[in-house]
């Protein structure tokens, strides 16, 4: 049986699938299930393309949801002179002789507990059992789609408290020649991978002053656009509206454990459905690397 007519098998029983594995707060020991790989990998691909925000932040796997920390680099130096041919370096102690690069750690990036976000869709046994359709295909759709609305949704509350790190920029009004003002903002090593992100609403302002053609590529300066519910709609005085910058340095998206699926059946037996839990642990955090992604406000 393939893990994909497994995973079925287990929605229409209960019986053929899942293995014990930890999904806990803190102790390996709390508990939880996991799904056929393929399954989970369809949940999560979905939610990422339903939102071009998620898809493009450094993608980290956690075991657990717990409280999680690691350093965060806030500068690197090069501070080493270069060296001339056929010489060898005199020291690594870092006295004049042989200063070497120094890269300063500072603060850590900080994780609290995972929240878990839940989705409960149903539909009828004969829907789950006549063959016509691939429950789980079925299923990965909607839930993917569920679960990518209400991570971008924590993704923009993590997005907008990292301006108050000094990366704004005071756009007075929403212009494409404004939005020039974003790319000034950002480190030019950051530039590479870097896009706009922005709403519907900004996009339409921002494009339609700036001439773009309606069928062209989504792009400003060069700059690919994502359209995202990630990104408020402008709102002068507030720090809100488009972000420009290379989010896989600047944010992280924490995956804690794995995709959990709960089969509900005793209590939707009278109207002859199947209801069906999908659950996942999905939170934000900036990294904090600098100049990497500049606001509006």
Same mark, same amino acid.
């Given at each position: 049986?393939?893990?994909?007519?497994?995973?079925?098998?287990? +929605?229409?029983?209960?019986?053929?699938?899942? *293995?014990?594995?930890?999904?806990?707060?803190?102790?390996? &020991?709390?508990?939880? #299930?996991?799904?056929?790989?393929?399954?989970?990998?369809?949940?999560?691909?979905?939610?990422?393309?339903?939102?071009?925000?998620?898809?493009?932040?450094?993608?980290?796997?956690?075991?657990?949801?717990?409280?999680?920390?690691?350093?965060?680099?806030?500068?690197?130096?090069?501070?080493?002179?270069?060296?001339?041919?056929?010489?060898?370096?005199?020291?690594?102690?870092?006295?004049? &002789?042989?200063?070497?690069?120094?890269?300063?750690?500072?603060?850590?990036?900080?994780?609290?507990?995972?929240?878990?976000?839940?989705?409960?869709?149903?539909?009828?046994?004969?829907?789950?059992?006549?063959?016509?359709?691939?429950?789980?295909? +079925?299923?990965?759709?909607?839930?993917?789609?569920?679960?990518?609305?209400?991570?971008?949704? +924590?993704?923009?509350?993590?997005?907008?408290?990292?301006?108050?790190?000094?990366? *704004?920029?005071?756009?007075?009004?929403?212009?494409?020649?404004?939005?020039?003002? +974003?790319?000034?903002?950002?480190?030019?090593?950051?530039?590479?991978?870097?896009?706009?992100?922005?709403?519907?609403?900004?996009?339409?302002?921002?494009?339609?002053?700036?001439?773009?053609?309606?069928?062209?590529?989504? *792009?400003?300066?060069? #700059?690919?656009?994502?359209?995202?519910?990630?990104?408020?709609?402008?709102?002068?005085?507030?720090?809100?509206?488009?972000?420009?910058?290379?989010?896989?340095? #600047?944010?992280?998206?924490?995956?804690?454990?794995?995709?959990?699926?709960?089969?509900?059946?005793?209590?939707?037996?009278?109207?002859?459905?199947?209801?069906?839990?999908?659950?996942?642990?999905?939170?934000?955090?900036?990294?904090? *690397?600098?100049?990497?992604?500049?606001?509006?406000?």
């Amino acid at each position: 049986m393939t893990p994909e007519a497994a995973f079925a098998a287990y +929605l229409r029983t209960g019986r053929a699938s899942p *293995e014990l594995r930890a999904m806990g707060e803190q102790a390996n &020991t709390a508990g939880g #299930f996991t799904v056929a790989p393929a399954f989970a990998t369809a949940v999560i691909r979905l939610a990422q393309e339903y939102d071009g925000f998620i898809a493009d932040v450094e993608d980290l796997p956690t075991p657990d949801g717990a409280v999680w920390k690691r350093p965060q680099v806030s500068a690197l130096v090069a501070a080493s002179p270069a060296l001339a041919e056929n010489t060898q370096q005199a020291s690594y102690g870092g006295d004049a &002789t042989g200063v070497q690069t120094q890269v300063t750690f500072a603060g850590q990036q900080s994780f609290g507990l995972c929240p878990v976000i839940v989705t409960r869709l149903a539909m009828s046994r004969q829907l789950m059992e006549d063959g016509l359709a691939d429950p789980a295909a +079925l299923l990965a759709s909607a839930a993917g789609e569920a679960i990518g609305r209400e991570a971008a949704s +924590l993704g923009n509350a993590a997005l907008y408290a990292a301006a108050t790190s000094g990366q *704004e920029v005071a756009l007075t009004t929403l212009t494409a020649a404004k939005l020039a003002g +974003l790319i000034a903002k950002v480190d030019p090593a950051y530039i590479p991978g870097s896009k706009f992100y922005m709403s519907s609403a900004d996009f339409a302002l921002a494009f339609g002053s700036a001439g773009v053609v309606p069928n062209g590529p989504r *792009e400003l300066y060069g #700059f690919p656009v994502t359209i995202t519910n990630a990104a408020t709609a402008y709102l002068s005085g507030t720090v809100s509206g488009p972000v420009f910058g290379n989010l896989s340095r #600047f944010m992280s998206i924490r995956r804690a454990g794995t995709l959990g699926v709960q089969v509900l059946r005793e209590r939707y037996a009278d109207y002859l459905q199947v209801a069906v839990n999908v659950y996942a642990r999905i939170d934000f955090a900036t990294r904090g *690397e600098p100049a990497s992604v500049a606001f509006s406000k």
